[in-house]
């Protein structure tokens, strides 16, 4: 299934973190704990938009803010109690707030509120408290117990009791979603997508739902939870008057009153069949909707909003709820249309066998964003593009729509200056200036061309399911579309449309990306653990794929200098031929839903980490003091009005910091 692009960065961008994250006025670090560095992104032309249009980035913001807890729910069934709960103590604790032990709690809780929940957004590993249980219980104790979120006729202890061994025990709800090979990924994943079942159960369920052979199926279980109810498998839907209906209810109001400042018919019909959506819970309903927004393409102002992407889910069914309201960059925008209007040219001439091809390239349409609200799993980790919606058929008869998300892209460069990571692991002054001369260049046509084309090429042969490769089918489409990607990067066509100043600009997004795939995201996972995160196992597997087939010709190398490890690349047009290589076999794979090959693919080359190359990594990195996520913090929106009540303007303001933030968002 095609996926947002959660943080695919090149490595320069994805792990450095600055010293001095100042650009002019604009202070873009808001704060640094634990792996994280939080950052502001300033809404660029915000002041340019009609009063309608920013009414409509208004209400659309609200609605993005309504939905935060129904993603914490959906993360862990214990999430929503423990933020509470942590919060209570951090406003209320009368004790010694400088202690080593509320410190701990405090940057427990800023890990919580950048997980939504009590996992690690990226890594899925439960966090580790530093703080004692003795200091929490005392903590606890100390505030007014109706302040705490205590279950009806529960008391003080018997909620410390049920709650505690959560927050403590290591061994309980480990990881949030599990992709481990051979065990059951229901029950071994701490999500709230299921409960009372085990996978074969639920396979099951799905399997006699579907209709082989429909040419339009719906996204089976995409908004619902799965439980057992007097032994019998079912739903629990997500819409007003389900489950999230409260929440549900006020994304809803919302939206009502974004209808009355949209644009113009199609946006109306747009948020309008959200709205049915919502409030019936139909998957037919939802694909209408889908089919509406993929043809609302002169709107200024955009929004996605919903239960969406899959990635939390281990069997990739279930979608998680998530915002992102933006308006377009008008002049980047014409970097992604020159993509998108040569789309067919780039279908037609791609390395994969004909049979894969799209005969037609339909409705796909691409531009430049400025992101105005981050929500739900959009925040306060971000994607940097998106190519929507996911659905395989209606992607083959409608279209898609890609967005990369300029300002975002912006911030991480702005806060990436100075950081020393590129002099640590790039292996000579070629790559360096290679690198600061095209890097953010490349790496948004990397972006562009993996959401625009990489997810929307090829197809899939008639009969083939969406869902064959199962658990392997995240990592399996972001290769390709990385692929897809990587292999044009180099064409000729990129400097023949403008898009690349010369011929060998590329080699800054190859090396990079390699640098990534081999050594430096490992920065982002803990000693003797394996590799989880489906983008990460993406770029894995690309990266070990080519290292290993072009050994023969040393293709790319691991070289050692000083004694510290360096990827070395020899020959880039040969690079450019693996990749090639690569995508016709991934294609292949996508397109017949060969299950035991992407298994064989994802496991041999995406999950196991080399251990040696881990500790040099994570060891040189450290020196670095920097570090490997980033968060944000949204802008705040202000209604300005006259005497008699009328609003005149929407101002927008970057005062508010990473605490006041999600204590306003859980006050609301």
């Avoid at 489950?243 to 939206?255: A, C, F, K, P, T």
Wanted: proline content about 3%; some cysteine; overall charge negative.
């Amino acid at each position: 299934m095609k996926k947002l692009t959660v943080i695919i960065m090149s490595s320069v961008l994805l792990a450095a973190c600055s010293q001095q994250p100042t650009t002019g006025d604009f202070q873009y670090e808001v704060d640094r704990f634990a792996d994280v560095q939080i950052l502001r992104y300033k809404v660029n032309n915000f002041e340019n938009l009609t009063l309608n249009q920013k009414l409509l980035v208004y209400y659309l913001s609200q609605a993005a803010i309504e939905g935060r807890d129904i993603l914490y729910d959906q993360n862990h069934k214990h999430n929503l109690t423990i933020r509470k709960m942590l919060e209570a103590v951090y406003v209320n604790y009368k004790g010694d707030r400088n202690s080593k032990d509320f410190e701990a709690m405090t940057t427990y809780l800023k890990q919580v509120w950048m997980g939504n929940g009590i996992h690690h957004h990226y890594s899925e590993d439960k966090f580790t408290p530093l703080y004692s249980e003795a200091f929490l219980k005392e903590a606890v104790l100390s505030v007014d117990s109706a302040l705490l979120p205590l279950a009806n006729g529960e008391d003080v202890n018997s909620f410390m009791a049920r709650v505690f061994p959560v927050i403590f025990d290591p061994a309980l709800y480990p990881k949030r979603t599990n992709q481990e090979d051979g065990v059951d990924l229901i029950l071994t994943s701490a999500n709230n997508f299921y409960e009372g079942v085990t996978q074969a159960e639920v396979e099951a369920f799905y399997k006699q739902m579907a209709h082989p052979g429909d040419p339009r199926p719906v996204s089976y279980g995409l908004n619902s939870k799965v439980v057992k109810i007097d032994g019998k498998v079912q739903e629990l839907k997500w819409k007003v008057g389900g489950m999230y209906s409260d929440e549900i209810i006020r994304i809803v109001g919302w939206l009502h009153k974004a209808v009355e400042v949209a644009e113009n018919d199609i946006q109306k019909k747009v948020i309008g069949s959200l709205i049915d959506y919502y409030e019936t819970g139909d998957l037919a309903t939802y694909d209408k909707y889908s089919i509406l927004w993929l043809q609302d393409v002169n709107s200024q102002v955009d929004f996605v909003n919903g239960f969406t992407e899959t990635y939390t889910d281990p069997l990739g069914m279930k979608a998680t709820w998530e915002s992102i309201v933006n308006f377009k960059d008008v002049e980047a925008t014409k970097r992604t249309t020159l993509i998108s209007d040569n789309a067919q040219w780039f279908e037609d001439n791609s390395p994969t066998d004909k049979q894969f091809k799209k005969e037609e390239v339909r409705g796909v349409t691409a531009k430049v964003i400025t992101a105005a609200m981050l929500g739900g799993d959009c925040y306060p980790a971000t994607p940097i593009g998106i190519n929507l919606p996911n659905s395989n058929w209606i992607r083959a008869e409608h279209g898609s729509k890609s967005v990369t998300i300029e300002n975002i892209t912006e911030a991480y460069s702005k806060a990436s200056a100075g950081s020393g990571f590129m002099e640590e692991f790039m292996w000579s002054e070629t790559e360096i200036e290679r690198a600061k001369s095209y890097g953010s260049l490349t790496d948004n046509l990397h972006t562009d061309l993996h959401e625009c084309l990489g997810h929307g090429s090829g197809k899939l042969l008639p009969g083939v399911s969406p869902d064959a490769l199962k658990a392997y089918g995240s990592p399996i489409e972001e290769a390709r579309a990385d692929l897809f990607g990587l292999y044009y990067m180099a064409d000729p066509k990129m400097v023949e449309l403008g898009l690349l100043p010369d011929k060998d600009a590329y080699k800054a997004q190859y090396y990079s990306y390699l640098m990534n795939g081999l050594m430096t995201q490992l920065t982002r996972i803990q000693p003797g653990k394996n590799i989880e995160q489906a983008h990460m196992r993406n770029r894995q597997l690309i990266a070990s794929w080519v290292y290993e087939k072009g050994k023969s010709e040393k293709v790319v190398e691991l070289r050692k200098k000083e004694g510290k490890t360096y990827v070395v690349v020899n020959n880039y047009e040969k690079l450019r031929g693996l990749f090639g290589d690569l995508l016709r076999e991934i294609q292949r794979i996508k397109s017949t839903g060969d299950l035991e090959t992407a298994k064989q693919l994802v496991e041999t080359y995406a999950v196991k980490v080399n251990q040696d190359i881990h500790k040099e990594v994570l060891d040189r990195y450290a020196k670095l003091n920097i570090a490997p996520y980033r968060g944000f913090v949204n802008p705040v929106y202000t209604l300005v009005k006259d005497n008699s009540g009328v609003v005149t303007d929407v101002t927008v303001s970057y005062d508010e910091n990473y605490v006041e933030q999600h204590l306003r968002y859980s006050g609301m």
